[in-house]
């Protein structure tokens, strides 16, 4: 126990999580902090190129589906009418009946409904979680889903389950969106950093974020990416509904430049890389458990 | 004809491309398929014609006067969304993925079932034409299935008011509202940028799209952010056959469009970023598979 996650999320894309994130977890280590990076970007994983990192281990991420034997089948339909997610398909009187994989979550209902002995499951593959060390230690883990698949939550609970327990810090740059995926990580976190774009896209998305971290019941901060650009509507609304406004990253082009070649700013630029620690430290200070504070 | 414009991450400019699309010629049916994060209506203001709830999923909940903890139900939940807490059994919202097997298997018929359907479809009326468009509710699931119903509804409003083309602002990634955003339509658009997450996620879709057969079109958006990789990922493209249909430049008029409510066009069609999207958007429409 004594373990902090803080999860970096937006409710629209690009807004900068990855590189909140990635740069966080930069400066963590730089301060000798026993941290973690987690990318739950399952879709679009892209934390890892940023660091130097050896591969540790690969773990493969599968689900049951059910196969159905139509020697015992009696096409009585009760399987049909225990999925709730419409992924078995029958028609009693033609005789057919089919397993959609790509519809089913794997709950094993249908197993639990047939009488007949006529449904056993198979494991299907929904893709990867990748484990890395830098330095030694294991500091930074992928979750990442197979192209095709339909979500990516299972690769992320899969990606948490193997948090090393003697990290202090835990970083997870989310997925974006504000639905299930989102929900699955924010979910796990203890405090979640928000970042948003001060322009009318980015506001609106700050708003869906910040309702359902409101019903989930967590504690988050905002940080604005890209300050200068837009208008003042974003820094209003912080006010009016008191939320934290932890940080600012003001538009510099050289910011982007290193970003785009897969470079941590805060290596090149000290005065960001101090500022965003001074913004993850008041965090661990104000909200962490005792042992994750020094 | 549909044409679907989507990226592998999120941020590359989707919707503004999409509203300068809708902007620039003919009329047009605009649905937004990024349900998570709606967002063309901020420019467009459509009307609302119509609004219905949408049903997103359900949630097992426990009627602790019926329940004897006898903790069955934890055996069978395999989305480890069951638990005893203070000695109660216990749901967690979260984690529950909505299969009903509990509530199934249940001796004492203590578990029940509730509905979400605070998410909402609109369709109305926008400026240069018809608009659809989704809102998941804070914390709701299942959004490829709204997404599903959003094109629907796009396709009858189409039908009934004999507008031909439909552009569809797609999600970012490759999960499951991409997938039912990609199904079917006629062309897709995927929009990038010079870095290397970019190209990384370029990959990615690419390799999605692949499966569905439909004819691709790429743009670099921001292109001249980083020159490099921007002929990084033209090389890409050259090799995997894959037509660019052309570079917009970084250009600081798309936010101050978007504080205006405007589409890039609306602001001003003269700007070099508004003709290149403009003969962009030509050649995508006119370009036979």
């Given at each position: 126990m004594g373990m902090m996650k803080i999860a970096i999320a937006s409710g629209k894309g690009g807004t900068g999580k990855t590189f909140v994130a990635t740069n966080i977890f930069y400066t963590l280590l730089k301060n000798n902090y026993r941290a973690m990076l987690i990318d739950c970007d399952a879709e679009a994983p892209n934390s890892i190129a940023f660091f130097e990192t050896k591969l540790v281990k690969e773990i493969e991420v599968t689900q049951l589906v059910p196969v159905i034997n139509t020697d015992n089948c009696t096409y009585c339909g009760k399987c049909h009418e225990y999925c709730n997610y419409n992924a078995i398909f029958i028609l009693p009187p033609m005789k057919i009946i089919q397993v959609i994989e790509d519809l089913c979550h794997g709950c094993g209902a249908c197993r639990v409904a047939c009488n007949f002995e006529a449904i056993s499951e198979k494991p299907v593959s929904l893709g990867k979680v990748n484990l890395y060390s830098n330095n030694g230690k294991l500091s930074l883990i992928e979750a990442k889903m197979n192209i095709g698949v339909m979500s990516p939550v299972p690769v992320i609970k899969a990606a948490v389950k193997h948090i090393d327990n003697q990290a202090e810090i835990v970083i997870l740059d989310s997925p974006p969106g504000t639905s299930c995926p989102f929900i699955q990580t924010a979910g796990t976190s203890d405090y979640v950093i928000l970042v948003t774009e001060p322009t009318p896209f980015g506001l609106s998305d700050l708003k869906q974020s910040v309702a359902t971290l409101r019903t989930l019941n967590k504690l988050y901060g905002v940080i604005v990416n890209r300050a200068g650009v837009g208008n003042r509507d974003v820094y209003d609304y912080l006010k009016q509904e008191n939320i934290p406004l932890l940080f600012e990253i003001p538009f510099k082009k050289e910011i982007a430049e290193l970003y785009s070649v897969g470079k941590i700013a805060s290596e090149h630029d000290s005065s960001l890389s101090k500022q965003l620690f001074a913004t993850v430290e008041n965090i661990i200070l104000k909200y962490g458990s005792s042992n994750s504070k020094r | 004809?549909?044409?679907?414009?989507?990226?592998?991450?999120?941020?590359?400019?989707?919707?503004?491309?999409?509203?300068?699309?809708?902007?620039?010629?003919?009329?047009?049916?605009?649905?937004?398929?990024?349900?998570?994060?709606?967002?063309?209506?901020?420019?467009?203001?459509?009307?609302?014609?119509?609004?219905?709830?949408?049903?997103?999923?359900?949630?097992?909940?426990?009627?602790?006067?019926?329940?004897?903890?006898?903790?069955?139900?934890?055996?069978?939940?395999?989305?480890?969304?069951?638990?005893?807490?203070?000695?109660?059994?216990?749901?967690?919202?979260?984690?529950?993925?909505?299969?009903?097997?509990?509530?199934?298997?249940?001796?004492?018929?203590?578990?029940?079932?509730?509905?979400?359907?605070?998410?909402?479809?609109?369709?109305?009326?926008?400026?240069?034409?018809?608009?659809?468009?989704?809102?998941?509710?804070?914390?709701?699931?299942?959004?490829?299935?709204?997404?599903?119903?959003?094109?629907?509804?796009?396709?009858?409003?189409?039908?009934?008011?004999?507008?031909?083309?439909?552009?569809?602002?797609?999600?970012?990634?490759?999960?499951?509202?991409?997938?039912?955003?990609?199904?079917?339509?006629?062309?897709?658009?995927?929009?990038?940028?010079?870095?290397?997450?970019?190209?990384?996620?370029?990959?990615?879709?690419?390799?999605?799209?692949?499966?569905?057969?439909?004819q691709i079109f790429v743009i670099i958006n921001k292109y001249d952010l980083n020159l490099s990789v921007t002929r990084e990922i033209e090389k890409w493209c050259l090799v995997k056959k894959i037509p660019v249909a052309g570079c917009l430049p970084y250009d600081e008029n798309i936010i101050k469009a978007m504080v205006n409510r405007k589409s890039i066009i609306e602001l001003n069609p003269e700007l070099e970023i508004s003709l290149k999207l403009n003969m962009i958007w030509n050649r995508i429409k006119n370009q036979e598979k």
């Open positions: - | 004809m549909e044409v679907a414009i989507v990226s592998g991450k999120g941020g590359t400019g989707k919707s503004s491309i999409s509203a300068a699309f809708a902007t620039l010629n003919g009329k047009v049916v605009l649905a937004d398929c990024d349900v998570d994060a709606a967002n063309l209506y901020l420019l467009f203001n459509p009307s609302h014609e119509e609004e219905k709830a949408f049903i997103t999923g359900e949630k097992a909940f426990i009627d602790y006067s019926l329940c004897t903890n006898c903790g069955l139900c934890i055996d069978y939940c395999r989305f480890n969304a069951i638990s005893f807490k203070e000695e109660m059994v216990s749901i967690s919202e979260i984690a529950c993925d909505g299969c009903r097997l509990c509530s199934r298997i249940c001796p004492e018929n203590a578990i029940g079932m509730i509905r979400n359907d605070k998410s909402k479809i609109y369709a109305g009326t926008f400026r240069n034409g018809k608009m659809v468009y989704g809102r998941l509710a804070p914390g709701e699931e299942n959004s490829g299935k709204l997404v599903n119903v959003v094109r629907e509804k796009a396709k009858q409003v189409a039908k009934e008011n004999g507008l031909e083309t439909i552009i569809l602002d797609g999600p970012p990634g490759t999960g499951c509202p991409v997938i039912s955003t990609l199904t079917g339509v006629d062309k897709v658009v995927i929009v990038t940028e010079p870095t290397i997450s970019g190209l990384h996620d370029l990959e990615r879709i690419v390799e999605l799209v692949k499966k569905f057969n439909i």
